[in-house]
């Protein structure tokens, strides 16, 4: 059973409209991660998340984008004003869990496949 | 900076055989290595680790891979390949131990033949 479950899976929008993704652990966790995939290119590192507070970020994740856990439990991705190069699958991901991999293993959601249009 | 290389985008094997996904890596500090699987339409699946001790590592379904410091490698093998085996492979590196972020390779494909 995975870590993280993933809503929704798959999101089609409009350019310049908002977007949010949702991140759902099943189990108590203190680390967050996005990450995206743009189709055909590899896994790139959005942003960290550890007590509420951004803890790093990447180059990539500008003003457009913000993360919180506005109920304590879902981890939210937000892009205020998406734009065509947004299109790409989304990946949450958690550090530890029963996965086998020990506390510092990150184990990440199924995705969301976000398609701007 | 760390950083990744799987040198071969795809790798195809025939069921049976050995098979095995390169990596290598760079960082300025000691290397915590992972590999990961991605089936179609999947998340990223944890196979294995490396963070210390034993130079050969063995993970799910079969799976193990190598830590060799001189030739900064991490190849991931295994022994006789099966069809379920077919995905998307990516390798991964932080160097720090207070920083989880993860660094990917552009991962590979490998698909093994009946």
């Known amino acids: 059973e995975p870590e993280v479950t993933q809503t929704p899976s798959h999101q089609v929008t409009q350019m310049g409209q908002e977007v949010i993704l949702r991140c759902v652990p099943i189990s108590n966790h203190l680390y967050f991660y996005w990450y995206r995939q743009i189709l055909g290119q590899k896994v790139e590192f959005l942003v960290s998340?550890?007590?509420?507070?951004?803890?790093?970020k990447s180059e990539i994740f500008d003003d457009q984008f913000s993360v919180e856990r506005p109920d304590g439990s879902n981890f939210t991705l937000k892009i205020r004003s998406t734009k065509l190069e947004d299109s790409a699958m989304y990946f949450c991901a958690v550090l530890g869990g029963a996965g086998g991999g020990g506390t510092d293993t990150q184990y990440f959601g199924p995705g969301t496949r976000l398609t701007v249009l | 900076a760390q950083s990744v290389a799987q040198p071969e985008d795809q790798v195809n094997v025939a069921e049976g055989n050995p098979l095995t996904v390169k990596c290598t890596y760079s960082?300025?500090?000691?290397?915590?290595l992972f590999w990961y699987v991605q089936y179609p339409n999947r998340g990223l699946q944890f196979l294995l680790k490396y963070i210390t001790g034993d130079n050969l590592v063995k993970g799910s379904y079969g799976f193990e891979a190598e830590f060799n410091k001189s030739q900064t490698s991490f190849h991931l093998k295994k022994p006789s390949a099966l069809v379920s085996d077919s995905a998307l492979y990516f390798c991964a590196v932080r160097d720090m131990p207070d920083d989880y972020k993860l660094s990917f390779g552009a991962g590979t494909t490998v698909t093994v033949r009946a």
């Open positions: 998340f550890y007590n509420n507070e951004i803890s790093e």
């Open positions: 960082v300025s500090g000691n290397p915590y």
